[in-house]
């Protein structure tokens, strides 16, 4: 661990102290102005590489969720009450949450970060793993089931998934005009129906038109992503 601290000081030196061969500051900006890895401007890379390992555990707390979630299920069907109304929400948001990890790469296209960006896209992590913390509570015997608890708690549960179809929107700004640009005609329609889902989701009373909702909802997801968001590639 020693020498893992001393590896980080040691890079952390090296990109404050680093000169561009072709580029040097006016005179008229102090040294102590000029932006550094820990100062005021940070450049892309190493920044990024930092909130990246934030973001993996905070997303990796999320899979862990849904996964030993899942186990469990496995492992005591009749306790937990197996629902293919949950079961659908539960490979919805795993899905989800699979692809929106491989496309938070382009973060990387981020040129300066600030702290109100390091928090937002903190935040929109942690939104996943309070939906994933809501579709597996620790505590099921006010319920009985999972289908039942869905029912009963759906509002909260589609609240967060239309916050963060919003939050995606934001996201993608990050990202530059280049992301609206590739994603095309098909992001915008994809925002809306999703919040149209999340609407029905809140309005719909019985366990049939919810299953068929979810069901839809997740062949739409899977389909989206394939044919959207295959590969990273560059513009």
């Given at each position: 661990?020693?020498?893992?601290?001393?590896?980080?000081?040691?890079?952390?030196?090296?990109?404050?102290?680093?000169?561009?061969?072709?580029?040097?500051?006016?005179?008229?900006?102090?040294?102590?102005?000029?932006?550094?890895?820990?100062g005021w401007?940070?450049?892309?890379?190493?920044?990024?590489?930092?909130?990246?390992?934030?973001?993996?555990?905070?997303?990796?707390?999320?899979?862990?969720?849904?996964?030993?979630?899942?186990?469990q299920i496995?492992?005591?069907p009749q306790?937990?009450?197996?629902?293919?109304?949950?079961?659908?929400?539960?490979?919805?948001?795993?899905?989800?949450?699979?692809?929106?990890?491989?496309?938070?790469?382009?973060?990387?296209?981020?040129?300066?970060?600030?702290?109100?960006?390091?928090?937002?896209?903190?935040?929109?992590?942690?939104?996943?793993?309070?939906?994933?913390?809501?579709?597996?509570?620790?505590?099921?015997?006010?319920?009985?089931?999972?289908?039942?608890?869905?029912?009963?708690?759906?509002?909260?549960?589609?609240?967060?998934?239309?916050?963060?179809?919003?939050?995606?929107?934001?996201?993608?700004?990050?990202?530059?005009?280049?992301?609206?640009?590739?994603?095309?005609?098909?992001?915008?329609?994809?925002?809306?129906?999703?919040?149209?889902?999340?609407?029905?989701?809140?309005?719909?009373?019985?366990?049939?038109?919810?299953?068929?909702?979810?069901?839809?909802?997740?062949?739409?997801?899977?389909?989206?992503?394939?044919?959207?968001?295959?590969?990273?590639?560059?513009?």
């Amino acid at each position: 661990m020693a020498e893992f601290i001393r590896y980080l000081t040691d890079v952390s030196t090296k990109v404050d102290t680093y000169q561009h061969p072709h580029f040097s500051w006016p005179a008229s900006v102090s040294a102590s102005r000029q932006p550094t890895f820990w100062g005021w401007a940070m450049q892309t890379d190493p920044v990024f590489l930092h909130i990246r390992v934030v973001m993996g555990i905070i997303l990796g707390l999320s899979i862990t969720t849904l996964l030993k979630g899942l186990a469990q299920i496995i492992e005591h069907p009749q306790r937990r009450g197996c629902s293919a109304l949950h079961l659908c929400w539960v490979a919805w948001t795993l899905v989800s949450l699979v692809t929106f990890w491989w496309w938070e790469f382009r973060l990387i296209e981020v040129h300066r970060w600030t702290f109100e960006t390091y928090l937002f896209v903190i935040a929109y992590c942690a939104a996943w793993f309070l939906l994933c913390a809501l579709l597996f509570p620790d505590d099921l015997r006010e319920f009985g089931s999972y289908g039942t608890y869905l029912m009963q708690r759906r509002r909260w549960i589609f609240s967060v998934i239309a916050a963060l179809t919003l939050l995606d929107l934001v996201d993608t700004a990050i990202k530059g005009q280049s992301r609206w640009h590739l994603l095309g005609q098909a992001y915008p329609l994809h925002t809306a129906l999703m919040l149209v889902v999340c609407v029905l989701g809140w309005k719909l009373r019985t366990a049939r038109a919810q299953v068929v909702l979810a069901g839809v909802a997740l062949a739409y997801q899977v389909g989206y992503f394939a044919a959207e968001y295959f590969t990273i590639g560059s513009d």
